[in-house]
């Protein structure tokens, strides 16, 4: 097989330790170095020196959860570093060793068979440490309101079954007057506010409960916990617009898409940059995301086409989207939803995953193109597919009884 590079490491990467192969290939002749470097900054700074000593251009690493990072944040820019997938790069079973694992790394290397996994610059690593941040506490903060929702039905008060929102002013004000020591239910229902106060005839039985001190006590701790999260978010809020401040105009023009706001919008950046050619198509990008269905045939049959573990991050905030785009009327987004989701039955979370790609490739086409969203209209199915809907209808109404002949007319 051919020899795509003579010089290469390869490096098996641990908490405390980095096994390095060192193959270097003069004609036929192949020699290996194997050295153990600890994981510090100032062994991984000795482990650069020995590589740019030793000529190395290239340095294949397996992706080990975080512990690469501390490794390519030191060799970036002396060596050129390829990201291996661990699933794509297993050794032989029964040869697992360190050393026999960065052997192999550097053997695959020099042939050209490791498929470099995406790593953005650091500036794109730098928002989407801050987004992922923020998201992570989006969900304490999901959590510890569902646990107000729990202690409050602990306690026999029923308002999240009368207000949407629990913590909205009017929730925050009765809760508030809680754990001030309010118990009759006409005063707190007195409290609501805005258009909330035409269901006062619903909070007064709903605010009627076993409020104890107990209670009281886990309530505060819980909404102080909140304003805290909340704190926490807003700051991570000013330091993610910092951060977006290169990508301005990719960012409004990833939001002319239906669905997609400014956080969703700074999360697709953050997870897949604003360079495209990363990614040489947009069914690739698609098919990294794990944002289509999967390949799965044998013998002729067709298994099922399940979607891959991809992107948690990014499926996230694109699912986020495509339910945001649903219900915007009068775009191509929820004609296309409704289509599937009533094609299929239940299938809506399929059809809300096909909306989800469908967003992830006009991202692709607008940053690749500096464009903004060109809509296709709610029509755009039934015009791409015109004899896909008439025998549609024609079924439906033999269906109900009746005898169908159809005759050409003029358009509409």
């Known amino acids: 097989m051919e020899v795509v590079s003579p010089i290469i490491a390869g490096l098996d990467v641990h908490e405390r330790t980095v096994v390095v192969c060192l193959r270097v290939q003069k004609e036929k002749r192949v020699q290996r170095s194997l050295r153990t470097f600890g994981t510090t900054t100032p062994a991984l700074l000795e482990l650069q020196r020995w590589l740019v000593e030793n000529q190395c251009p290239c340095a294949v690493i397996e992706s080990t959860g975080v512990y690469w990072k501390p490794v390519f944040n030191i060799l970036e820019g002396s060596v050129e570093?390829?990201?291996?997938?661990?699933?794509?790069?297993k050794t032989l079973p029964g040869r697992k060793t360190d050393m026999r694992d960065a052997e192999w790394l550097a053997e695959l290397g020099a042939h050209g068979l490791v498929k470099a996994s995406f790593i953005p610059p650091e500036p794109i690593r730098e928002l989407r440490e801050l987004t992922r941040y923020r998201k992570s506490l989006i969900r304490q903060r999901t959590a510890e309101v569902n646990r107000i929702q729990k202690i409050l039905e602990t306690a026999n008060i029923k308002l999240g079954s009368v207000a949407c929102d629990v913590l909205g002013a009017s929730?925050?004000?009765?809760?508030?007057?809680?754990?001030?020591?309010?118990?009759?239910?006409?005063?707190?229902?007195?409290?609501?506010?805005?258009?909330?106060?035409?269901?006062?005839?619903?909070?007064?039985?709903?605010?009627?409960?076993?409020?104890?001190?107990?209670?009281?006590?886990?309530?505060r701790q819980m909404l102080d916990h909140v304003e805290f999260i909340d704190g926490q978010i807003a700051t991570i809020d000013g330091e993610v617009e910092r951060a977006c401040a290169p990508f301005e105009i990719p960012l409004q023009l990833l939001q002319s898409t239906p669905g997609v706001g400014s956080r969703t919008a700074q999360v697709i950046v953050a997870e897949i940059g604003c360079d495209m050619n990363q990614f040489p198509t947009e069914h690739h990008l698609a098919s990294w995301a794990a944002i289509c269905p999967g390949n799965n045939e044998s013998a002729g049959k067709r298994r099922t086409g399940k979607t891959r573990n991809g992107n948690p991050w990014l499926r996230a905030a694109l699912v986020e989207a495509a339910w945001a785009a649903s219900r915007a009327r009068g775009t191509y987004l929820q004609?296309?939803?409704?289509?599937?989701?009533?094609?299929?039955?239940?299938?809506t979370r399929k059809a809300i995953v096909a909306v989800a790609h469908s967003i992830l490739i006009a991202a692709w086409h607008i940053l690749k193109k500096n464009v903004p969203?060109?809509?296709?209209?709610?029509?755009?199915?039934?015009?791409?597919?015109?004899?896909?809907?008439?025998r549609h209808l024609v079924?439906?109404?033999?269906?109900?009884?009746?005898?169908?002949?159809?005759?050409?007319?003029?358009?509409?």
Not at 82 to 88: D, E, K, M, V
Not at 185 to 201: E, M, Q, S
């Open 373 to 390: 969203y060109n809509d296709l209209g709610p029509e755009h199915l039934r015009r791409t597919n015109p004899e896909k809907i008439k």
């Open 395 to 412: 079924r439906k109404l033999e269906a109900l009884g009746y005898r169908v002949s159809l005759e050409e007319g003029t358009a509409a």
């Open 171 to 219: 929730g925050r004000a009765m809760l508030q007057a809680l754990i001030a020591g309010e118990r009759d239910a006409v005063v707190l229902a007195g409290l609501a506010k805005g258009t909330l106060r035409k269901k006062i005839d619903q909070l007064i039985p709903s605010l009627t409960g076993r409020f104890l001190q107990r209670h009281a006590f886990l309530l």
């Open 335 to 347: 004609s296309q939803f409704r289509h599937l989701a009533y094609a299929r039955g239940k299938g």
């Open 81 to 89: 570093v390829i990201l291996a997938n661990a699933h794509q790069v």
